[in-house]
């Protein structure tokens, strides 16, 4: 997590059932719930979301930037981190727009 975060990056993560609920409690990140708004919201990727139970993808100023993944590993995400940062950078010189990897689990 710290090193996801000193890349200029955060997590967010879209938990999918009640049992996933539990897993995130206390989590040092926010925890959103995969309901009809976020369906609406990936529009025609809400079929990959749905279909596996856990994917990650990295999600850039409203844009998901990266391939779907359905295995997401704390070091990878710490080791990715610096190149979509620098991505979002290029699509946003001003740094205003933030960026997340988010897992749905």
Not at 31 to 46: F, G, K, P, R, T
Request: net charge negative.
């Amino acid at each position: 997590m710290e090193d996801v975060r000193a890349a200029g990056a955060d997590i967010v993560v879209c938990s999918k059932g009640d049992m996933d609920h539990e897993l995130f409690q206390g989590a040092p990140f926010p925890v959103v719930a995969y309901n009809e708004s976020m369906q609406e919201a990936l529009a025609q990727n809400d079929e990959m979301a749905s279909e596996i139970p856990c994917v990650g993808v990295w999600y850039v100023n409203g844009s998901l930037i990266s391939a779907w993944t359905s295995q997401v590993e704390a070091e990878d995400l710490a080791a990715s981190a610096p190149s979509f940062v620098a991505m979002a950078q290029e699509d946003d010189p001003s740094g205003e727009d933030g960026m997340a990897a988010a897992a749905m689990g």
